[in-house]
């Protein structure tokens, strides 16, 4: 599918192009950003994957996420659950509460993953830090008093364990 929305390339797309080409993490997400949404070149959700991927191996956590959603709705890609719950995670570990918010979904209703309400509940209150629809999310779950106890023992594990990583990584 192609759409431009723009006559002509921006100088905005072309020094981001360069700098992608460089290998420029942030630089290669925003391009994925601009093909996928058609900013200064034409939309090819094809082309954005590419650029996530490169900015996803490098370990750019939105651009894992990306990918992790693309998969998840076969954008562009055959949808696969697996390949979708890897890039979640990998987004998940370094605290994008987005992600986080995907993983209590896919716990919750069993995507690629064993359904688990006590896991589904860990993820939702990681995110619901930041996204009221996880906070509801989380709230809804039917979990016995020992569940919660130790769902919520394991989202206090995995916050502190995700400070930490950003802490050393200087985020």
């Known amino acids: ?25 942030a630089a290669q997400y925003k391009l994925g950003y601009m093909y996928y949404n058609g900013q200064g070149a034409p939309m090819d959700a094809a082309e954005a994957a590419r650029w ?7 370990g750019y956590s ?11 709705n076969g954008e562009d890609a055959p949808m696969d659950d697996a390949e ?3 890039w979640f995670r990998k987004a998940a570990d370094q605290g994008d509460a987005i992600a986080q918010f995907w993983l209590g979904l896919f716990h919750c209703y069993g995507r690629s993953l ?8 860990v993820w939702y ?8 629809d996880a ?33 050393a990584a200087g985020k």
Request: hydrophobic share 35%; net charge neutral.
């Open 1 to 25: 599918m192609f759409f431009m929305r723009e006559s002509q390339p921006s100088s905005d797309f072309e020094e981001t192009k360069k700098k992608a080409e460089a290998g420029d993490a």
């Open 52 to 58: 996530y991927q490169k900015a996803a191996d490098q």
């Open 62 to 72: 939105t651009a894992q996420r990306r990918l992790g959603e693309m998969y998840a």
């Open 84 to 86: 979708a719950a890897k």
């Open 114 to 121: 064993l359904k688990n309400a006590e896991e589904a509940y």
């Open 125 to 132: 209150n990681l995110a619901a830090i930041s996204i009221d």
């Open 135 to 167: 906070r509801k999310s989380r709230d809804a779950l039917e979990l016995t008093p020992e569940q919660k106890a130790r769902a919520q023992q394991r989202s206090t594990e995995l916050h502190m364990e995700i400070e930490e990583r950003k802490k």
